[in-house]
C-alpha cells in the first residue's frame, strides 16, 4: 500500500472497555473475561442469534477497544485525529448518555499521537429532555459535535433491529427534537438499511 502524503482524519471510530464502562455485556465480560472460549458459548445462548449474526466474532465485541488498540489496528496510516461516533453505551436514559462523551473525551489519544477532533453522542430527539441531553453532552466534552440516532429497521425479524420501530426519522416528535440540533449547530449521523432510504 502507497504512503498517502497528508493527514488523515478518521471520521468514525468506537472505543469501548467492557470491563471498566457501561456496555451492554460488562457483566459477562467481568465474570467470564478469563475465560474467552467460554464466554462466546454463553453470549451466543443468551443473546438473540439476529444480534450475534451481525457482530460475527464475538471476541471483538467483548475485548476493549482503546487508542493503543486503534493505533495498532492504523499502523501504516498517517491517521492524524478521529471523531468518535456513539457505542452502545448501556446506560441509555437521559442523562447517562452523556457518561459515554466524559469517557471518551478523557481517553489518552494524545498518547497515541492522536487528536480527538469530534464526539458524536447519543440521544434521542424524542425525548422530552432531549434539549438538556444535548447541553449535557456540550458540558461533559468540547469536542462534542452531534448525535447518531440509529433507525436500523427491518420487517424481517431476523434481521437486528437497531431501532424500537420503523420509519422514526419522519416521526412528528422526532423532527420537533431534531429542530434543537440545527438550532445548536450540530451533526446529525443518520443510519438505516438500505432498504429504508
Known sequence: MNQLNFPILDAHIHQWNPYTTPYSAARLVKAFGKYPKLMDKIVRFVKP????????????????????????????CSIDSVIHVEANWHHQKNFGLAEETKWIHHLPFNQQQLKLAGIVATADPRNKRFLDILKAHRDASPHFCGVRKMAAWHPDD??????????????????????????????????GYSTQI
Not at 465485541?61 to 488498540?69: G, V
Not at 416528535?173 to 450540530?186: D, I, S, T
Open 49 to 76: 442469534k439476529d444480534l450475534i449474526e451481525t457482530l460475527g466474532i464475538t471476541q471483538y465485541a467483548l475485548s476493549p477497544y482503546l487508542p493503543f488498540d486503534y493505533r495498532v489496528d492504523s499502523a501504516g
Open 158 to 191: 431476523g434481521i437486528h433491529r437497531w431501532c424500537d420501530q420503523p420509519h422514526l426519522y419522519t416521526q412528528k416528535k422526532f423532527l420537533k427534537g431534531f429542530e434543537h440540533l440545527a438550532k445548536m449547530n450540530l451533526s446529525f449521523d443518520a443510519w
